[in-house]
Nanobody, 119 residues
């Protein structure tokens, strides 16, 4: 199983980016998928997640109202739409999933995609 993020880049404050997380080896519809970020010198922060099957979503207070998580089952991809970006959103962004196989849990992280927001 593998997760691959893309869509990061350099954007001015107030701008938007859409990150993609493409999964292989498992179906995103069957597992909750989360987005995290880590800025230099800071701990990894959970931003948002989308649950399996019903697609319920949740957001950290720091991004609520600005970021939107969504899922395209046909493309086996989870997105993070980021609007009204701020310089403090600068970080490496990761997607994550925990899959279960024969009663054992496996953690999967993507390689990360850099988001830089200039003031």
């Amino acid at each position: 199983a593998q997760l691959v993020e893309s869509g990061g880049g350099l954007v001015q404050a107030g701008g938007s980016l859409r990150l993609s997380c493409v999964a292989s080896g498992f179906t995103v519809e069957k597992y909750p998928i989360g987005w995290f970020r880590q800025a230099p010198g800071k701990e990894r922060e959970g931003l948002s997640c989308i649950s399996s099957f019903d697609g319920a979503t949740d957001y950290a207070d720091s991004v609520k109202g600005r970021f939107t998580i969504s899922r395209d089952n046909a493309k086996n991809t989870v997105y993070l739409q980021m609007d009204s970006l701020k310089p403090e959103d600068t970080a490496v962004y990761y997607c994550h999933a925990t899959t279960v196989l024969v009663g054992r849990e496996y953690d999967h992280w993507g390689q990360g995609t850099q988001v830089t927001v200039s003031s």
